[in-house]
């Protein structure tokens, strides 16, 4: 399993190991404490003395899964040249957040394999941190409106919604030997791009896109 924040080291960080695992391949009401003790090698009272309840896993599973997706697109889309335009940088957090979450995936895969089932006050908790990342994917597209370089005529909301919720999916159906997750998100882009941009816009993107093919 992939390594975790510093901020869950030790027992506490096997503890959160586990449990995304089996939140992932369960789903949150089939995973018990036990369950979760078993598989991190110790007996169930103990993980008491490291978390209060199941649902206090169950946020830091969720918090730690959303972190580390919002982490890594923050960090490529700083990385980008200063004259990147806003469809380079959508195309970048379209595979940085693929890469995280399809290749590193217990965490963020059981983030969007359970949110669905889980009580509201969990939902209520980890709020935030998802809406932190929702208004980074806000701001990306609607510079792209800005631009001038995506439709008018559909809502940022929208376009947010649907291009993070289809790549969300991706954990539903991708297996490595589907392909290169590269090729998933050149995919991904292009079925988002054909679809949103500007005429104008699309006859410079698609032109960029021969260049580098």
């Known amino acids: 399993m992939s390594s975790l924040p510093a901020r869950a080291d030790g027992t506490r960080a096997e ?7 089996l939140f992932r391949d369960r789903g949150y009401h089939a995973a ?9 090698k110790m007996k169930a009272g103990s993980i008491y003395y490291h978390f209060a309840s199941k649902d206090e896993i169950l946020a830091e599973v969720l918090d730690l899964g959303i972190e580390r997706i919002h982490a ?21 957090a379209i595979r940085v957040h693929l890469e995280i979450l399809l290749r590193y995936g217990d965490f963020t895969s059981a983030n969007i394999r359970v949110y669905g089932q889980i009580p509201e006050a969990a939902r209520r908790r980890s709020h935030p941190v998802r809406q932190a990342y929702a208004d980074c994917w806000t701001a990306l597209l609607t510079r792209a409106c800005r631009d001038g370089v995506v439709r008018g005529d559909i809502g940022v909301k929208m376009l947010r919604l649907l291009l993070v919720g289809s790549m969300n999916w991706t954990v539903e159906w991708y297996k490595a030997d589907r392909g290169p997750v590269e090729d998933i998100a050149g ?26 093919a």
Do not use: Q, Y
């Open 15 to 21: 503890i959160l190991r586990a449990a995304a695992c």
């Open 187 to 212: 995919s991904v882009s292009k079925l988002f791009f054909e679809g949103v941009l500007t005429p104008e816009a699309r006859t410079r993107w698609l032109r960029r896109r021969g260049k580098r």
């Open 72 to 92: 890594a697109v923050r960090d490529a889309l700083a990385a980008l040249p200063p004259k990147s335009s806003s469809i380079e940088a959508i195309e970048t």
């Open 32 to 40: 018990t404490v036990r369950d979760i003790a078993a598989v991190a």
